[in-house]
């Protein structure tokens, strides 16, 4: 057998074996899998035990690509479009307040620790999106998905998304040796939003009736293959655009709202996140070092950026008018938890030189430390109830 096929199957019998028995024990607690994902990333990350390499592996870096885009993909499913539209208005509120407070907080912080305005505005930047397949996956265990409050929360951490990755666009095109152009920077967001809203659009009319073509070829395993195909296509769509995979994913998920059969795909699916969606968080608890959180400084600013990163989420979820006040706080808790793209916020900032591996490392702090308290959070509102 080949030594290298016998090491990442290894890998991958220890990330998958050992993330299942962490979902055991932590359900039995009132936490969420993905805690124990993000914590046994660290342990078994190179700075730990080194049995994972988060950016060596190929495969393993693949699969985690892959696990974060079937997740986007199983929430735009599983989500309404009706109730994300119904609530566009509360949930661009949310979102801009949210990214608003994040951004100006983080980056007066940053400085007043000794930075550049130019890096901790970049560190503030980090800070701004909610993870739309944490709170996807928050909203589905706690069975708010379908509520009025879910579709706030989906939408706004949506908008959250687009609007970080454009910001995100601007500081490549502001490192950039060629010259920043205003006007182009501004005109090709919007063409990239555009472009999607149509597909999105044109997708929801059409997609019904192709796959209502392709269920009657009566080939086993034609519905799941042709939607991980039309997931993967929308995905490199958004890629394209300068957007993330998961917007384009999740945009896949909601074109196919009213296919035939998408109960059945939807369970299929549902089955390649408990396989895949795994290595996305693993990786994701891999990359934090946390040995750099040993020095008082980058503890201090791991800390205060933590602290930021709640507050202005919560204030952002309690200015949401014409709800309950248990409605606005469940609002605020599930716009916590950072992901997708604050790493690649951080990831970025790393390889330009932009960031140090200290700052770096901040930031993942945040990314887990929010991931690990939503839950916890949620649980005690619940509790209360």
């Excluded at 919560?314 to 248990?326: E, M």
């Excluded at 030189?353 to 949620?378: C, D, M, N, Q, R």
Aim: glycine residues 10%.
């Amino acid at each position: 057998m080949d030594s290298g096929f016998a090491e990442i199957a290894l890998q991958v019998i220890v990330i998958l074996g050992c993330s299942k028995l962490l979902a055991v024990l932590l359900e039995r607690l009132g936490q969420e899998a993905v805690v124990g994902e993000l914590l046994l990333g660290v342990l078994l990350g190179p700075y730990l035990l080194g049995f994972v390499n988060p950016k060596g592996e190929a495969v393993l870096a693949f699969l985690s690509e892959l696990g974060i885009i079937v997740l986007a993909f199983y929430i735009g499913l599983v989500a309404e479009l009706d109730p994300l539209l119904k609530a566009r208005r509360a949930a661009l509120r949310v979102a801009l307040l949210g990214m608003g407070l994040s951004v100006s907080l983080g980056t007066l912080f940053t400085v007043l620790t000794g930075q550049s305005w130019l890096v901790a505005f970049f560190m503030g930047a980090a800070l701004m999106a909610t993870s739309l397949g944490k709170v996807g996956r928050l909203l589905c265990t706690s069975g708010q998905l379908q509520t009025v409050t879910g579709g706030i929360i989906l939408g706004a951490a949506l908008i959250d998304d687009l609007l970080a990755l454009w910001g995100l666009a601007g500081f490549h095109a502001w490192l950039a040796p060629r010259p920043f152009r205003w006007e182009l920077f501004l005109f090709e967001g919007l063409l990239s939003l555009m472009i999607l809203g149509v597909g999105l659009a044109l997708g929801v009319r059409w997609a019904p009736r192709i796959f209502l073509l392709l269920d009657r070829l009566e080939t086993r395993g034609m519905m799941i293959v042709s939607a991980l195909i039309f997931c993967l296509a929308l995905a490199l769509l958004a890629q394209s655009l300068g957007l993330a995979v998961v917007v384009g994913a999740f945009a896949a998920g909601l074109m196919l709202e009213y296919v035939h059969r998408e109960g059945q795909i939807t369970r299929q699916v549902e089955t390649l996140c408990d396989l895949f969606v795994p290595f996305y968080f693993v990786k994701a608890g891999a990359l934090l070092d946390p040995t750099a959180l040993l020095k008082p400084s980058v503890l201090l600013l791991a800390l205060g950026l933590l602290a930021i990163a709640l507050m202005a989420k919560l204030l952002g979820g309690l200015a949401v008018g014409q709800l309950s006040r248990r409605a606005r706080w469940t609002i605020g808790i599930a716009m916590i938890p950072r992901g997708e793209v604050s790493l690649i916020f951080a990831t970025f900032g790393l390889e330009s030189g932009l960031l140090s591996k200290e700052l770096y490392t901040a930031i993942l702090f945040v990314v887990i430390l929010t991931s690990v308290l939503a839950p916890l959070l949620l649980n005690l509102l619940q509790r209360r109830r």
